[in-house]
């Protein structure tokens, strides 16, 4: 039976990436060697990187306007300490939307002063904050983009004089924005562009070097920036499984081509949660992420018999996360609109046997 991946992250890859990177650790480019037992230093992986940086800044259309790519490790909660270790001089601004803000702002406090400018905690965080204002003088603003648990996104994105820091580690690549507004972007690849184990980050090399204190080499972005992402061991097979998505997207038509399939994909699904009265939505209608839809059963006691047929159909990583419970449809770049349909048929049957 097929199975229709909805998982969270890691999340699901396109078929055609797995199958090129399973032959990878069998055989890299015909050398007879795996990938991952080649040295990172070799031209074949150097190779794999440069590539992969490169096709980062031409799908972000970033190409020339003084940002550098790198690949490094310890997910987007490294980036939460490395963000304001670099950047964070006296005070920074922080919107609140969920549970990764929470630990980015947890750990941007032990570096100076952290002014929470927007928050949605008063509704456990099922809208996107509006109408706040950015006060000046702030060393960065910082905001997550999308935000997985709740399956709030953000439609608009703040004016502020400060350097614009942001955490897009679940819609990466999903939807077109004019990136150049963003100062430094970082991303977890497990979400929306490759297995877990390296995390992107965006940077505009301007920013950097406005710090008193002293940064440790491995904490440093300019270290990572003239070492090429190679100051260390780099995630060989993360970078470059990451780097056959982004191909895949390139070939796809880039990052307007599957907006608008993902647009499409979250159309048919949150249609379905509004007009069947056995679900209900969890975030408010307007602030509704195209990445991770969340919805709860009307009734609890249907929950066995929904679940029981989600198996069935081979519905897979569709429960909600534990701090909100109900169920989460992660729709990321590769889950197919036919995977969406097919939870929706289920759905509908759902709803007749209600």
């Known amino acids: 039976m097929k199975k229709h991946n909805f998982s969270a992250g890691p ?6 990436v797995l199958l090129k990177a399973s032959e990878a650790v069998m055989d890299l480019n015909g050398s007879g060697l795996s990938l991952i037992e080649i ?30 790519v790198l690949f490094l490790q310890g997910g987007a909660s490294m980036q939460f300490l490395m963000v304001a270790y ?16 929470d630990k980015a702002i947890k750990e ?45 996104q ?18 990466i690549f999903s939807r077109v924005l004019d990136f150049s507004k ?58 470059y499984t990451s780097m056959l998505t982004l191909e895949w997207l390139k070939n796809l038509g880039g990052i307007a081509a599957i907006e608008e399939l993902n647009e499409k994909k979250a159309q048919l699904l949150y249609s379905e949660i509004d007009l069947n009265p056995v679900f209900e939505g969890y975030a408010n209608k307007n602030d509704r992420s195209i990445m991770n839809a969340t919805f709860n059963l009307a009734e609890e006691g249907l929950k066995e018999t929904f679940d029981t047929m989600l198996k069935e159909a081979g519905i897979n990583g569709l429960n909600g996360h534990r701090s909100v419970g109900g169920y989460r449809a992660s729709m990321y770049n590769a889950l197919s609109l036919e995977s969406v349909g097919v939870l929706v048929d289920v759905m509908s049957e759902m709803e007749r046997k209600a």
Request: glycine share 8%; aromatic share 10%; proline share 5%.
């Open 11 to 16: 999340c699901i890859l396109p078929k055609d």
């Open 39 to 68: 040295s990172h230093r070799s031209k074949d992986f150097v190779a794999i990187m440069e590539r992969a940086r490169t096709l980062v800044l031409e799908l972000l259309q970033l190409e020339g306007k003084g940002y550098q």
């Open 86 to 101: 670099n950047l964070l001089e006296t005070k920074a601004g922080y919107l609140n939307t969920g549970t990764w803000s």
């Open 108 to 152: 941007a406090k032990l570096f100076g002063e952290v002014v929470e400018v927007g928050s949605s905690k008063d509704e456990n965080f099922n809208y996107i904050p509006k109408g706040y204002a950015v006060p000046s003088g702030l060393d960065f603003l910082h905001l997550t983009s999308n935000n997985t648990i709740y399956g709030t």
């Open 154 to 171: 953000f439609k608009k994105f703040p004016t502020t004089d400060a350097p614009l820091v942001c955490d897009m580690s679940s819609d």
């Open 182 to 239: 963003f100062d430094l972007i970082y991303a977890g690849a497990q979400k929306n562009m490759g297995p877990a184990g390296t995390t992107l980050v965006v940077i505009k090399e301007e920013i950097l070097g406005k710090v008193s204190r002293k940064i440790p080499s491995m904490l440093d972005y300019q270290v990572h920036i003239n070492k090429e992402s190679m100051f260390n061991t780099p995630p060989v097979f993360a970078v």
